[in-house]
């Protein structure tokens, strides 16, 4: 299951998805990562999409090093940990992921204010990279921390609007 994840390989993974004994929310040993951490470290829609379907998947799991699942880079081609309590929604927004965006906002339910260690949100980030559309996004999504201030007290509308 966690190879089908790493490549990015939906079909296998719904396959070990409907055996009834997989669990969903293990680690892979070397690595410390459930299989959410690890599509959301390569920005794998098809295969996130998968596996938010599951009811019993965690999205609050931990790795060895006691990170989020949430916090964990979903940045096409960067592999590791954020040490910076970047969400994966974060990262997503940074590089530019709008699909991955969407169905975490969309789908997942997670808390799209949520600041970094910096006081950074999604929206911070992806106005200052400038993808519009996500910042689209998130605008129109609910509790965006429109009004929050980054590290240098700059509020993200206000970025956006530069």
């Known amino acids: 299951m966690h190879l089908a994840v790493h490549f990015g390989l939906e079909a296998p993974l719904r396959g070990f998805l409907q055996q009834p004994s997989i669990n969903v929310n293990s ?12 599509a959301a470290s390569h920005g794998y829609e098809d295969v996130m999409r998968a596996l938010l379907e599951k009811e019993d998947i965690d ?37 530019g992921h709008e699909e991955v965006v969407r169905l975490l906002v969309e789908e ?14 999604a929206l ?10 996500i910042v689209e996004l998130l605008r129109r999504a609910q509790n965006t921390g429109i009004n929050s201030k980054d590290h240098d007290e700059n509020a993200s509308l206000s970025n956006a609007v530069e």
């Open 27 to 38: 680690f892979l040993p070397r690595e410390g990562k459930t299989p959410v951490l690890i």
């Open 59 to 95: 999205l609050t799991a931990t790795n060895y090093n006691v990170q989020d699942a949430l916090r964990i880079a979903a940045m096409g081609g960067h592999e590791g940990i954020d040490l910076n309590g970047r969400t994966a929604l974060f990262q997503a927004a940074h590089y």
């Open 108 to 121: 997942s339910g997670i808390n799209i204010s949520l600041e970094d260690d910096y006081k950074n949100t």
């Open 124 to 133: 911070s980030r992806a106005t200052e990279e400038r993808f519009d559309s």
